[in-house]
């Protein structure tokens, strides 16, 4: 167990909906992290959170966004899903330090029909 | 641009084997970090060891061990006398020494132990 939580485990929902997966960093750790896993196109980096503020941001779609709250907790919203947002999205955190290595949670397997 | 590069897509051993995961990877950065994490059928990604750039010393865990070769860019994972418990994706991942700390995957080897 990574100490990393996420919800729901599985979702499945319809094109043109919207969604969102929640993630519980590890304790202590501050920064937060998001990924999307696909066959097509492997495991990607979509954006990070620390303490509260945007640190980066990768392949994210405009219809995708995140934020994290006060208590540290990480929301990525999905919206307007097609077909291709189906995927299995993974949040990760990691400590303070500038070598932290990631630790993942179990994931959020999204299916959209 | 970084990128890392795992050719072998599957690989398929019978248990007891040695079997090494290749990782090869680019980057312009001097300081930078190399992962390994293991993917399981359950699905989760399990953080496996770390390996700094300044820090070529290879490592030995218990039945894995990773040989690192910047001469190469080169990030190689034996498992010696394999198990069928070793069955599982594993992907080699590429960090900058950068503020933003997002992992660079390889695309991931599935390795098959066969009993």
């Known amino acids: 167990d990574s100490g990393v939580t996420q919800t729901p485990k599985h979702l499945i929902t319809a094109t043109g909906q919207r969604v969102t997966l929640r993630c519980s960093p590890r304790?202590?750790?501050?920064?937060v992290y998001w990924y999307q896993q696909s066959l097509d196109q492997g495991l990607q980096f979509l954006i990070q959170?620390?303490?509260?503020?945007?640190?980066a941001k990768g392949n994210i779609l405009e219809r995708f966004s995140a934020q994290q709250f006060p208590d540290l907790h990480s929301e990525l919203n999905l919206s307007s899903l097609e077909l291709g947002d189906s995927a299995l999205y993974f949040c990760?955190?990691?400590?303070?330090?500038?070598?932290?290595?990631?630790?993942f949670g179990p994931g959020t397997r999204l299916t959209v029909t | 641009a970084q990128k890392v590069t795992q050719a072998q897509t599957e690989i398929s051993v019978v248990e007891k084997e040695d079997v090494t995961l290749d990782c090869v990877y680019e980057?312009?950065?001097?300081?930078?970090?190399l992962f390994w994490y293991k993917q399981p059928p359950s699905g989760e990604l399990v953080f496996l060891i770390r390996?700094?750039?300044?820090?070529?010393q290879n490592e030995i865990s218990g039945r894995y061990s990773w040989n690192f070769q910047k001469s190469t860019s080169s990030f190689n994972f034996t498992i010696t006398a394999s198990q069928v418990v070793d069955s599982a994706v594993y992907f080699c991942?590429?960090?900058?020494?950068?503020?933003?700390?997002?992992?660079?995957f390889g695309s991931g080897t599935q390795l098959t132990v066969l009993p």
């Open positions: 990760a955190s990691s400590g303070p330090g500038g070598t932290s290595e990631q630790y």
């Open positions: 304790s202590g750790d501050l920064s």
């Open positions: 959170y620390y303490n509260g503020e945007e640190r």
């Open positions: 980057t312009r950065d001097t300081t930078y970090y």
């Open positions: 390996r700094n750039s300044f820090d070529e």
């Open positions: 991942a590429l960090r900058d020494s950068g503020s933003a700390r997002q992992l660079t």
